[in-house]
T-cell receptor, first 112, second 111 residues
Framework: SQTIHQWPATLVQPVGSPLSLECTVE??????LYWYRQAAGRGLQLLFY??????ISSEVPQNLSASRPQDRQFILSSKKLLLSDSGFYLC???????????FGEGSWLTVV | DAKTTQPPSMDCAEGRAANLPCNHS???????VYWYRQIHSQGPQYIIHGLKNNETNEMASLIITEDRKSSTLILPHATLRDTAVYYC????????????FGAGTQVVVTP
């Protein structure tokens, strides 16, 4: 069966510090991968998606970037965090563009 | 993607069936109905989805009306671990990762 893991689960970072959230998927090949941010009001915002290694599409301009160095690995990064980057970040995957999307456990980021 | 309307909260007794309604009156013919749930501070968990026909899996059943303007998620025997926010969304096949979660229904299962 397929599994998805992301880490760290929680982190507190000072303003201006770098960020790296990692996500891996097991049990499947060539998945579509996604990074979301979930706001306090539970709205879900798609940040990035990837259909293959090195292929990243950005949905909204922001202080964040994403990379896919391996088929089943997706990384969310920032060079300098802003207070507004605080939130709940979710990695997700699907097999194909229209298929069911499965989410990871989520990562709570607090920028102080 | 069409919008959905769900009641804000619902209580259910442990062991009883929980019936969660969802209205999606503007749904298009190529939009699927998906259900997810989210336990506090965890990622959303996929439950079930359907297009026209009723669906059942190990977690729940999905009943879609003939006109597809509403649906009901049925948890046949609710347990305390089913306490969560349940989201009904509609999604076009091939719409990539764009999901619109509304406010959902907060379900509380009581002993």
């Amino acid at each position: 069966s397929q599994t998805i893991h992301q880490w760290p689960a929680t982190l507190v970072q000072p303003v201006g510090s770098p960020l790296s959230l990692e996500c891996t998927v097991e049990g499947t090949s060539n998945p579509n991968l996604y990074w979301y941010r979930q706001a306090a009001g539970r709205g879900l915002q798609l940040l990035f998606y990837s259909v293959g290694i090195g292929q990243i599409s950005s949905e909204v301009p922001q202080n964040l970037s994403a990379s896919r160095p391996q088929d089943r690995q997706f990384i969310l990064s920032s060079k300098k965090l802003l207070l507004s980057d605080s939130g709940f970040y979710l990695c997700a995957w699907s097999k194909g563009s229209g298929n069911t999307i499965y989410f990871g456990e989520g990562s709570w980021l607090t920028v102080v | 993607d069409a919008k959905t309307t769900q009641p804000p909260s619902m209580d259910c007794a442990e062991g009883r069936a929980a019936n969660l309604p969802c209205n999606h009156s503007t749904i298009s013919g190529n939009e699927y109905v998906y259900w997810y749930r989210q336990i506090h501070s965890q990622g959303p968990q996929y439950i079930i989805h359907g297009l026209k026909n009723n669906e059942t899996n190990e977690m729940a059943s999905l009943i879609i009306t003939e006109d597809r303007k509403s649906s009901t998620l049925i948890l046949p025997h609710a347990t305390l671990r089913d306490t969560a926010v349940y989201y009904c969304i509609v999604r076009v096949d091939g719409s990539w990762g764009k999901l619109q979660f509304g406010a959902g229904t907060q379900v509380v299962v009581t002993p």
